[in-house]
């Protein structure tokens, strides 16, 4: 599925971070180019320390690139942090819900830093809510849900504040199975029929192909060292690149 | 079967009940002006607590107390809040409160009374400069505390510095606020009962003195019995609120 705009781009991206032992600069992320086109899901795979959150975190506009360019929606995410007001959510590796706000605060937090009418915002959490299987959850306090409970609290906290676009770091990672193939299915629902475009990183091949439009897979230090569109392929032609996606995986790398 | 709290409260009641009988018995064994018996002093206590002159005195102690925990309270939050942003403030600010910390609260209750003609300002001094550093220590522990997650989570909705500062930081300092009132208050109960003992014509300390002069045991035993009630009844306030601003955390049945 190929974009004419893209939504998100990184042109020859680098990014280097000093060792707090002072043993040198560390090279996260190598001259990385991609774009992700409107109303796509990419999948981002590679093993543990090859710089996809340093990845996700120059999309969230978190850090900056030591150098390259990164888009998004054409605007630069460092520098014009607050032009992305509700323009991105995201699903973290870990639910990160404040531990004192109930469920349904939890998930009307964006609202509310968006200044969205009271009112309006506690319907549109409750809604989300509802959508993922929490009615009655409403007023439980973290601590009293499960894993896979609080981690659908973090997914309405993300599509509640209606983000074009939105990111994910390993959100299922920590789930037992069942519980992430489920989150994945209602995920990727949501993300059609919100018609968002979606950056979903894994460290599982079987999550990537589930849920990718495309799949790219990340060498150490970040860049692409292969990369598969999965939209309408046939299932002989998806087990190939789950075989082509496992050699380059196989391949040695350098330390992080 | 007898409840937990219920089991506590009793223990406690037998613990006060037993020092109550041995000092009863010294009573009986010593003389009256060194160990006067339980009921005068109770009934000095209750004569303090229903004559409005003499209440007044504990209120007004009352009112220092408070007036410092809180002068201190805010100029701690501020300070606590400047050196958990700024290297440099922390470089300037924390080792005059270290300095500060080494000198003693009679130390300032001299200092006080060469440099100021008011009483009250006197003490508002006193309590201010002995208990700011321990208030500022423990809310910039408290706001150092604060989770890099959650913060990262709520900084991708993009929120104002004071929408931050009300979402995140208020509540993450809120547990270290409770304590820091919990410990000052007993340092504040000693301080202000020192500083109207010397600089001061009225109020618990003031009493005090006049007992000593007089030597009135009962009457010491009683002015003291009023500043350990009003502790006792601000800390089991401090410990309703707390109970109630940190409802959301879990308890195991076993600390139970």
Known sequence: MAAAEPVISFKDVSKTFRRPDGRGDFIAMDRLSFTVGKGEIVAVLGKTGCGKSTMFNIVAGLIEPTSGEARVVGHD?????????????????????????????????????????????????????????????????????????????????????????????????????????????????????????????????????????RVMVFHRPARIAYEAHLAGTSEADRRKVQEEIMRVLAVEQPSA | MMNSRTMRILQATASMLALAALWQILSAVFPHFLFPPVPDIISRTIEILITGSLLADVLLTAWRIFGGLFGAFILGGVLALAIGQSKTAENFIAPVLTFFQGIPALSWVVFAIIWFNGIEFRVLFIMVMTTLPAFTFQILDAFRSMSKDLFEMTMSFRPSRWTLFRFLIVPTIVPGILTAWKVNLGNAARVVVVAELVGATGGVGYELLRQQQLFDMAGAMAWTLQLVLFVLIVQQTINAIEAYALRYRAVSERAM
């Open chain 1, 77 to 213: 995410p460092f520098h014009e942090f607050d032009f992305f007001r509700g323009k991105i959510g995201i699903v973290f590796q870990n639910d990160r819900l404040m531990p004192w706000r109930s469920a349904l605060d939890n998930v009307r937090l964006g609202l509310q830093i968006l200044d969205r009418e009271p009112k309006q915002a506690e319907e549109t959490a409750r809604a989300w809510l509802k959508r993922l299987g929490l009615s009655g959850h409403e007023h439980d306090y973290p601590h009293a849900l499960s894993g896979g409970m609080r981690q659908r609290v973090s997914i309405a906290r993300a599509f509640a504040v209606d983000p074009e676009i939105l990111l994910c770091d390993e959100p299922f990672s920590s789930l037992d199975e069942m519980t992430a193939r489920d989150l994945r299915a209602e995920f990727v629902r949501l993300v059609r029929q919100n018609d968002k475009t979606a950056v979903f990183i894994t460290h599982q091949i079987n999550e990537a192909m589930e849920i990718g439009d």
